[in-house]
């Protein structure tokens, strides 16, 4: 989808890091921000704190801001080009094989250390994303 679509709608940018494999076989990370994108498109924008069935078959992903602390290092791109505040930038995560999210008690290590922690301030958090510059 042409980001400035979405910003011309008034729809948060969405980001998502890769999908796990064991997850499913049949998604991507391009096919699920592709599904995202589509969704954005026929009126159902991503909002902080929701969980959606309709992006990842099988599996329910959940929805969250991204902290302002994180535009610059993920973003940067985009805030050069449009040289303007940014409109907010929501996360998709997905979830282990068991439906847990990173911040879950027992989710697995792979879905904690593979997704960054965005919604936390990078002063707040560690671990490798912590260490971007």
């Not at 969405?14 to 991507?28: D, E, K, L, W």
């Not at 040289?83 to 997905?94: N, R």
């Not at 250390?113 to 260490?131: N, R, V, Y």
Request: proline share 9%.
């Amino acid at each position: 989808m042409d980001p400035r679509r979405v910003r011309d709608h008034h729809d948060p940018t969405r980001s998502s890091g890769c999908i796990n494999p064991t997850v499913t076989r049949s998604c991507s990370s391009p096919s699920v921000l592709k599904v995202a994108g589509r969704e954005i498109r026929n009126g159902h924008s991503l909002q902080s704190d929701q969980r959606r069935d309709d992006i990842l078959n099988g599996y329910s992903v959940a929805v969250r801001r991204v902290h302002p602390s994180w535009y610059r290092d993920f973003f940067g791109a985009g805030l050069d080009f449009y040289q303007a505040p940014p409109l907010p930038v929501m996360q998709v995560f997905w979830p282990d094989k068991e439906g847990r999210f990173p911040w879950d008690d027992q989710a697995q290590d792979y879905c904690r250390t593979s997704q960054p922690q965005l919604w936390i301030s990078k002063a707040e958090t560690s671990g490798p994303w912590a260490d971007l510059d």
